[in-house]
């Protein structure tokens, strides 16, 4: 296993509709490790969710592990390490919620993101067998931002209003939160 660099807003690979696997190349050694590494650079960067081409691979791989007690969010419920390989999202419930984003690619920048509460993902896991759960919530939002980068969308494609997009030091050092924009 390896860290990997991060991909940073600005490079192409961040920009490219990644290309959907097989089921013999999701179990091939090469896209194992590939998902190996995408865990060990996720926690390594304290991220809480991390897509292929972050880490210069345009494949449609992303992985989401992130605590309960995680400092960032408050979240209620943790989320324990899983893979998606192809995903695919149906909207349960197109009501809008929204969430200071962050992103790994776009370092020290948070914007107000609006997405679907509730969305349903069908998938396969990092061993070809096929998964699908229901999300609501931060989980839902974490998916939508993860996938997102599966088709070369970055969170500040989604920020509506401008205003609400600042360096994460200035928010936190002012407690602003999304109303008080």
């Avoid at 991060?6 to 091939?28: D, F, W, Y």
């Avoid at 324990?80 to 370092?107: A, F, I, K, M």
């Amino acid at each position: 296993m390896a860290i990997r660099k991060v991909a940073r807003m600005g490079n192409p690979v961040l920009r490219t509709k990644a290309r959907e696997l097989t089921p013999g190349e999701i179990q091939s050694p090469e896209v194992q490790r590939l998902i190996d590494d995408m865990v060990e650079t996720l926690r390594e960067y304290d991220g809480v969710g991390l897509a292929a081409p972050q880490v210069h691979e345009p494949l449609r791989i992303s992985v989401v592990e992130f605590s309960a007690s995680n400092p960032r969010y408050d979240i209620g419920a943790g989320q324990g390490l899983t893979v998606y390989v192809n995903p695919r999202v149906t909207v349960l419930d197109p009501t809008e919620e929204g969430l200071w984003e962050g992103c790994l690619s776009v370092p020290g920048l948070k914007g107000w993101v609006m997405r679907p509460r509730k969305i349903r993902v069908e998938s396969l896991d990092r061993h070809a067998k096929p998964v699908t759960i229901t999300a609501e919530g931060f989980l839902a939002t974490v998916l939508q931002h993860e996938f997102d980068h599966l088709d070369g969308v970055l969170y500040v494609d989604r920020i509506k209003d401008k205003a609400k997009f600042a360096f994460a030091e200035e928010l936190a050092k002012f407690r602003l939160a999304a109303e008080d924009l």
